[in-house]
């Protein structure tokens, strides 16, 4: 390959230079080198902090109207936004489809890899149609090389119908980020595997679902401060550490705490409100449906 060849490749896929004798390094130079690398994804998220503030701001201003966030990918990127949006409904107590995730194959390429689905633009387009897209949704593409046909094709149908889009790749002058509204290039450079972009670039793509799931339901007043107040407390654990946070929050004693929690069924705001408010958890719900779901609103209106 010639110095111009390498130079065109998209740089996912291309060597990593230094690196040609890896398989002769010892173990522990191999774990230096390779946490070496992993540590430069946060400084390549920060080159794009700017377009990751406003694809939150503009994703949450959608939910708001009643939009959704829906993450689209193929393989690694698909299986990526997958496991965000499966965390957001414990951790925020907010319902399974609000966020949601399209892989490339559908959900047997969860475990087993679909490779050909992800040249199908068909397919996009039908994964798409199937859930009822509509301009208040938000559509966050993934693809590392940031080519990929069916996250791309996807993103194009999606801007058409007038959704939000998104694309997040792992080079810069990508379709993806060129056919996107927002487009997010988190450029990490090349691989410790050459082209194995379940490295870097997957740990950059978690990093920035991470980062938009996370701060769209920070906007959406689904914390209180640092706290996921509206998690759902659906087994012993998380019924503990509903307890821990009532406790933190309003510093009353552990009976206080689980009988607010007990006729609150869980639900961290509505104990706050009881034991605050010295209302009962009835008038406690209506109160913070009346502030859109914020625990600190809720507080301080009643004040």
Same mark, same amino acid.
């Given at each position: 390959m010639t110095d111009g060849q390498a130079m065109t490749m998209p740089v996912t896929e291309r060597r990593l230079a230094g690196t040609e004798d890896l398989d002769l390094l010892s173990t522990p130079d191999l774990v230096r080198l390779m946490t070496a690398q992993d540590r430069t994804v946060p400084d390549a998220m920060a080159e794009v902090a700017t377009e990751i503030a406003a694809a939150v701001d503009a994703i949450s201003d959608r939910m708001r109207r009643g939009g959704r966030l829906i993450y689209l990918g193929a393989g690694s990127a698909g299986r990526i936004g997958t496991l965000d949006a499966s965390e957001i409904p414990p951790t925020f107590g907010v319902g399974p489809g609000l966020v949601r995730a399209l892989i490339a194959g559908g959900p047997g390429a969860l475990i087993s890899a679909v490779e050909a689905a992800e040249d199908s633009v068909e397919m996009a387009v039908a994964d798409l149609t199937g859930i009822d897209l509509t301009e208040l949704d938000s559509v966050v593409g993934l693809s590392a090389s940031g080519t990929t046909p069916y996250t791309v094709g996807g993103v194009r149908h999606?801007?058409?119908?007038? *959704?939000?889009?998104?694309?997040?790749?792992?080079?810069?002058?990508?379709?993806? *980020? *060129?056919?996107?509204?927002?487009?997010?290039?988190?450029?990490?450079?090349?691989?410790?595997?050459?082209?194995?972009?379940? /490295?870097? +670039?997957?740990? +950059?793509?978690?990093?920035?679902?991470?980062?938009?799931?996370? /701060?769209?339901?920070?906007?959406l007043h689904r914390t209180y401060g640092n706290l996921m107040v509206h998690m759902n407390a659906t087994n012993q654990k998380l019924y503990a550490r509903a307890h821990r946070l009532v406790e933190l929050i309003t510093g009353r004693g552990e009976l206080e705490v689980d009988t607010a929690l007990r006729a609150a069924q869980g639900s961290v705001p509505v104990a706050v409100l009881v034991l605050q408010l010295g209302v009962d958890a009835a008038t406690a719900r209506r109160r913070l449906a009346a502030a859109d779901g914020s625990l600190r609103d809720a507080l301080s209106a009643s004040a």
């Open positions: 999606a801007r058409a119908l007038g *959704a939000l889009t998104v694309g997040v790749a792992c080079n810069s002058g990508t379709p993806l *980020a *060129a056919d996107a509204e927002i487009g997010i290039e988190v450029v990490v450079g090349p691989e410790l595997l050459a082209g194995s972009t379940r /490295l870097k +670039a997957g740990t +950059a793509q978690k990093l920035v679902c991470n980062t938009l799931s996370t /701060l769209v339901m920070i906007r």
